[in-house]
């Protein structure tokens, strides 16, 4: 069982719905929860952070997560074309030697149509 | 917000010589830095991590005396590929961990091209 899943995609939304991306992981111990985007050819960047139970929300961004569930997701309300990308989900897992390492899942990409 | 810069961002050199890559953190100090690899269409493969003053942790099946890893001060890591061969050209991204708030900050990458 791989560390952090996620469905590969391609998401496709129309413009103005929202985007649901979903991420389970497989360490329980797992203390820290992170979504980036990252466009064909660049780097990834942060999205946003969540690091207990329940919602975040940050502008069109809502970050959810479940730790019963080992669940994490990112949904983008009034999704729009340039939201067209690769979402990475990366989790920091109980680690005593390096609290700061990412596991990275493979990325949802998502294509937003007008 | 937090800015990692990355030199070159692009490089192209014939096999069986060294490259060295630069990553910053402009506006905070990150004690950890980490070296990632990604090729075409997949995702991001963690090399190493770097701790500024002490020797960096390889991940498994990277070769340590293959990439040289320095991490000399709070605001730069370099990360070297000595005897590039063509299997080496990829993407590689660098990141620095805020030691305030254990987030990482990706820098633009380096793409690298060996002949």
């Known amino acids: 069982q791989k560390e952090v899943e996620q469905n590969s995609g391609p998401l496709s939304v129309p413009e103005g719905a929202i985007a649901s991306l979903n991420c389970t992981y497989s360490?329980?111990?797992?203390?820290?929860f992170f979504w980036y985007r990252q466009y064909s050819g660049k780097s990834p960047e942060l999205i946003m952070s969540?690091?207990?139970?329940g919602d975040k929300e940050d502008g069109r961004f809502t970050a959810q997560l479940n730790k019963a569930s080992q669940y994490v997701s990112l949904l983008i309300r009034d999704s729009q074309p340039s939201d067209s990308a690769t979402y990475l989900c990366?989790?920091?897992?109980?680690?005593?030697?390096?609290?700061?390492?990412?596991?990275f899942g493979t990325g949802t990409r998502l294509q937003v149509f007008p | 917000g937090a800015v990692v810069s990355q030199h070159p961002s692009r490089v192209i050199c014939k096999s069986g010589t060294s490259v060295k890559i630069e990553c910053r953190s402009l506006?905070?100090?990150?004690?950890?830095m980490f070296w990632y690899r990604q090729f075409p269409k997949q995702s991001l493969m963690l090399m190493a991590t770097?701790?500024?003053?002490?020797?960096?942790?390889?991940e498994q099946g990277v070769e340590k005396d293959k990439f040289l890893i320095n991490h000399a001060s709070l605001t730069l890591s370099t990360l070297t590929v000595t005897s590039a061969h063509p299997e080496d050209s990829s993407f590689y991204i660098c990141?620095?961990?805020?030691?305030?708030?254990?987030?990482?900050?990706f820098g633009p990458g380096t793409r690298l091209t060996v002949l």
């Open positions: 506006d905070f100090q990150a004690t950890t």
């Open positions: 770097s701790n500024e003053g002490s020797k960096a942790t390889y």
């Open positions: 969540i690091y207990s139970n």
């Open positions: 360490d329980r111990g797992s203390q820290s």
């Open positions: 990141s620095a961990s805020d030691r305030y708030t254990d987030t990482q900050y």
């Open positions: 990366a989790v920091t897992p109980p680690d005593l030697y390096n609290t700061d390492k990412l596991i």
